[in-house]
């Protein structure tokens, strides 16, 4: 009821944020979660061009939308992979510059403590992204990495994202990282580590996407209940098991949208999620942030699926009972 | 019944091969899937050294073994690899050199090239391994290959690969490449790519362990009715999803044994495998080649194991009906 | 279509009914059904108050309610129960007394039939309410009753109960006794027993609440289909099986509401009982009867609920097709 | 491998220690769970009788046999039971006495400190049996229990059984409760619970029999998982669901054997419990002690199944491989 | 969104064409798949009577129907079905005839080629219906057919229908035959000998409702993938497993609406099928055709859920996402 | 434990029964059904030779088997089938003579009078067999069955089979009417309406294979409570559902053993049959006769299968627990 449906900017960059910000509005969204991708969202002009920030939310106010989360996800990727070809397009030149990996990843990472500024500046107090993994190719693989090559690779990522934790704890921004293939954390136990790595240290939580946990077989409730304290927010997003014998959960190479791949993802209430038992694990933890709708369905024509996808979160998202004392459940 | 069980010797270098063999033996097994790895079996002194195969041949049959099959995994993985420090562990010294990967992969070919001789003078006519891959980071994580990405490395491995199966054509022994998680084919339509990427030729086919597909969610009996020309070898290894809602198929990168994985390995019949049906699948193409016990189960002595393991290939392997003309089925 | 759906008062108790009439009008709903409990209905004035019944139904037919059902659950729990502490919250101060067992299950008695004479005055045919039961401490658990004792609980639910259901004949009033754990029938063949022990006198049949079958692995339709002639009244409130590996379906003492439990209530439609098979199973048996909403999901605001149900209730009931010379079925 | 196969005397007690003994070593038992019932072991005659115990060990000596473990399963029910006639079955006349509830559970309590006793005179180490419980009449039924009244009952519960575990510290001797329907602990929290009532002291323990854990949807494999150190003792006994639609969990008041169960016991191997998962798990936490099987089905002739069982046991419980460093997992 | 949500007329042939055309229209329809049956359509008069066609176009045009389809379900069973008593009611007396059975196959082949005459007259590009089959009676019973028999069976069908599809491409008209125990093809194998026995021929492909698939257990996705060029006009009618251990695939002989039955039809999103996947599979293969409601669900009126399925339809059928370059998926 | 193991010839009749009768010796069977077909058992020489059926049974004591059943399938087919071309097969030449259809169902009648006097004469008192269906081909397909079909296809049964009837009456015989697809019973409720049929008379009763009911979705376990008292002779055949979204239960016209098959028949123990529970059932009603294994696995060599059944029921026929006072359950 009170937790603002925004739509995930992202996979709609390829339109003016003008035209978006009417469309979203028409559809009944509440907000934006603002990509710092295209024109959408330009970090540096952000940090150094006065009024730049307050035009973007007068232009969102226009439509009646607030900016709760802004999103860094493909520059924090570069933050801690292997940098390679495929990440040029995922920054702007000035990150990629002569693309030397290493003078790639310090450029990114400089990039996120900007975004962490610019969020301050916009008045948003949480920043979504990826963090990149220098240990993904050995998830999975052969020969599996040693137990000295895994630990080499979390004090890698906490080198690279320590420093820009202490900016963000600076800014008063936290950082939402999001759980997904590719990451440094990419499931329960994972995170677990992920956080462990950099001590606990609060201005780190969890962008929670249920989507990547189903086909991994990882129920989302479960990780939400393991995790009260850490999502910090959350993408409202389907996945279907397509198996049938055949196909294989790890996909053959295949793009989105081929039915031979094992599993896809599908707009929210069109798959495999039990949004009924997550939305009473998110009322049972008080998360009170954002549903943020991320458009990804191959099958559907994204404009009748952002409409929809709006009416189902509001459907989804009742109001909770009230608690007597305000006691929250925790697993002792 | 006529089908020959034999044990795959990877898992046991640590022990001398004639202490292995007697103990086979005694276990039941009719032969042994001779590794290239430790002093079980050393290629360049089999090319070099008169006598050094039939030796092997002799102290084999001394335990009533036979052996129908070479094994290259190790340093085949390397070939088309992405090398890095973990495949030093994989390969001789003399493969190694000097560690540059260019030179690595090069040495590596030429190694599996002297292995398909090798293979030849033993008088084995198939020669399994692994194939490794130069696309296996970018499967499952973020950001996902182009079209373009994915050919470059199907080219890359076709350019690593015919210099091999030429000489394997000229030998008289086909290359069984296993379907693995880690290589170039990990499921059944990135094998049909494999098979593509090499014009279809007769020398390539598959090494079938249906643990491998039984995690990924794909239908090991499926994929014997898909390549029914095709399976050159055939592993017998269970597999066992573990899924509690917080343990996942990716794994967390923690080592097998480990009970917060989502699936792990297990002695044949101990798993999830249908067993039952995947027999009558290859009665069905008429496999007549080795049944092969590859030991791995972190929960389980492996002396225990190997002869329990032996028993059930035992009792496992029947005797089909006469068919009647012969007739083989083919999906149209 | 035509089964009126219907709000069971019991749940808002903390509202006057004035107050509680405007809301389910304005809801949707097209009647209640009328706790004996707190100022909603009281029994003695009912009986000895002139013209409290016909003020009772002008307040309700404001708000175009009817009162098609009374319910009497909590004072029919004392009547063949072990009586303790916990009981005194369920009776009005007359009924318990000075709460020396034998004599409040006496009047419990006897306030049921002041029930049932009440119902009458009221317009009222149907009577639900629970039993108790001197039995329920020894199902599950240890040591298990003799057939002796379970045969002498049924006569003492026999004893109490027939004068009841005597001044229930007289006034025209049938009782539906709930299908719920504590009470002497809580399952398919617990029900049969209770039957049986009356001597199958049609002025006992049952209230019919699909999610009490639901943990139990009872199939609800099953239990409609067995008792056609016997379902009496309806509610509709749902439950979810919410089992991890470690919830139980005893639930550890745990109140409703508390993640660590097994199951719980839920808002009707938001659970997992085939909704869609019970409708069906309704029209099967010439259920004619209403639908009452029992309000128990411990996870949403109780208005919210309430609201939505009415419509879930509405869309659930289609018209069915016409019959054929009006056979119903029986299973032979 | 080396945990010894014993056998649960209680299911035996018409037949004479000796010629249990005899059949129970023909069978290839490798000890008993010797019950304190009938003549089977005498608790008043064992403190007061010189060279009871000796006699005992050496009249099992013959057949081989050992005693790892004594039960007191039944005495121990009433120790914090609501004392009714069920319970004069249960225990000695001389613990019955005059059968006044109060009198009986003092007793009863001073019963077990002197099997306790008994035991330490045995030799034997681990005392397993029932608790009994104050609160079992109130699970699942209705009303609930208020907190209050949870509470009250396991301060009773501490009340007798803080005395009996004093005892137990100063004779070597540990208590096993059996987790089990009509017991203070009977699923994975309430065991939590129990433990906390107790202060969590370690003469405290569980038998963990897995029969009892299934029918409740509880993985018991869970169970050993989150109590790695508490597990003092395992009864091996199958459970098989029944469910058709009819048939519940609560089963109807109806006999063990009555098809129309919802559950019943089963020979092990014969029913629903996964018992390859279950040894993995007792493997990872390092239980040493016996697997004592527990004669219950009553669709089966007891000798049949006595050595059926105690081939299916010593065929199920392999070595398992060795740990390096001796690491066990603990979920963090 | 684009493809036309039209009515099957052939449940409503004892209501006047002119008032299902207006009931049709108010509940939402675009067309009508007309039956050739009573007074719906006359073929004879369509060929015969001058502006017959032209009146029946506009009388549907008054309520905005358009006709996509024309359907012969019922002469076409005759057409190579072992003619008895039972056809008799199927078609029109002057099909029927004297009844000797090649006479009346004959007669329903030439009324089939009237059909598709009419069908060029009405504008109408795809002819609906069944085909009948000389096999039906061997399928599941005993003692089976030889191959002989079936080649033989399938060699009849190919004579009676190749004259009727000769016609049919002269006239532009394409046989859509309905999948459908009873006819020549019921399953996905029989489908391919279908066409196969026609040597594939263009102007045969096939009328997909999968209501027919799911109570074989063929997937209706799997199916549509197969023919992806054959699928010419859809039929949406949902259907339920209703097994309970007692019910049976093969129905007992029962009518439809009676509970004993395994399966039974259901309307649209009320049964098992999985619409969802489906609608994903249609928009795969570019199906452009209409969705066409059969009405059948002997549990509900009929119209009511004439209606109720027109908006599932219409909420079912989302528009595709835009394809690049608008490559069609085959699996190789 | 005491029920025989026995082998039902029918599978073997390419073998003199001196040859059979050894084998099936050698691999543990106890005795023989044997079928009336070819040279294992012919009827008129029975009746008219004299000693022909003492020499029988010397021959097959010689092996040390019994004949506790005869079998009469293929005649039996006859007797109320729709004669066709098929049916030659499964006659002797005497019963066919001119294949006119009537002629053939009433010589095929005599003959099964014929065969239940072999029977008498054998000492044999349980006849096995078909029953043949006029009503097979409306059985699943179109245009359904009016019940007056239906009535009259049962009269039709009743009026062939009840003078058989009354000589199995006379002599001491039983028949046993195997529930089978393509015979009037092939499921619950059609084994209902045949015993109805025939007035519930108590020669008939059933053959139970549990395979028929399998694939169709029917639970043995629950036919075989439905009629504990008809229960008159056991097959032990097992059966696998092989669904893979393309293959059907209906089969598609293909033959048993090809893998497009949605279901076949396997050796026991080897598909999908809960043999635990169904051994279980036929303790609890009582049964007492023969288990006997028909062998039909068309991907497993005869003789391997036929041993390899032997050892299963033996293995799986376990002595029931002594009931308390034989009292035998009944669903009320």
């Known amino acids: ?114 975004t962490a500024r610019a969020a301050q500046e916009l008045g948003v107090t949480v920043l979504s992204g990826f963090t990149g993994s220098p240990l993904w190719s050995y998830v999975g693989g052969y020969p599996g990495p040693s137990p000295g090559v895994i630990a080499e690779g979390f004090q890698d990522f906490a080198r690279q994202w320590n420093p820009i934790l202490d900016i963000c704890r600076d800014c008063g921004v936290k950082f939402a990282a999001e759980i997904h293939p590719g990451q440094i954390a990419f499931d329960l136990y994972s995170a677990e580590m992920a956080l462990d790595a950099l001590g606990g240290r609060e201005e780190l939580g969890f962008t929670f996407d249920p989507s990547h946990f189903h086909w991994q077989g990882v129920d989302p409730v479960e990780f939400v209940r393991r995790f009260p304290d850490r999502i910090y927010h959350v993408h409202v997003k389907d996945a279907a098991l397509t198996l049938n014998g055949r196909t294989g959960l790890l996909n053959s190479y295949l793009p989105h949208g081929d039915p031979r791949r094992g599993w896809d ?43 929809e996808a709006c009416k189902f979160v509001k459907r989804l998202d009742f109001e909770p009972a009230a608690r007597q004392g305000g006691q929250a459940f925790r697993e002792s």
């Open 1 to 114: 009821m009170t937790r603002p449906c925004i739509l995930f900017s992202q996979q709609w960059t390829d339109l003016p944020l003008e035209e978006l910000a009417q469309k979203a509005g028409e559809w009944g969204y509440q907000g934006l979660e603002l990509a710092c991708c295209g024109h959408h969202f330009e970090v540096q002009r952000a940090l150094n061009e006065p009024g730049y920030c307050q035009k973007k939310l007068e232009l969102l106010a226009r439509a009646d939308l607030s900016v709760p989360v802004l999103s860094c996800h493909r520059v924090g990727q570069v933050v801690c992979d292997l940098v390679d070809a495929r990440h040029e397009a995922l920054v702007p030149d000035y990150v990629w510059g002569d693309g030397d990996p290493a003078g790639v990843r310090q450029r990114a990472l400089e990039e996120v403590i900007a």
């Open 265 to 307: 993802f599908r707009a929210p209430g069109r798959g495999g999620i039990d949004w009924e038992a997550l939305i009473r694990a998110l009322n049972e933890i008080g998360y009170q942030g954002p549903l943020s709708v991320e458009w990804k369905d191959s099958g559907m024509n994204r404009e009748h699926g952002a409409e």
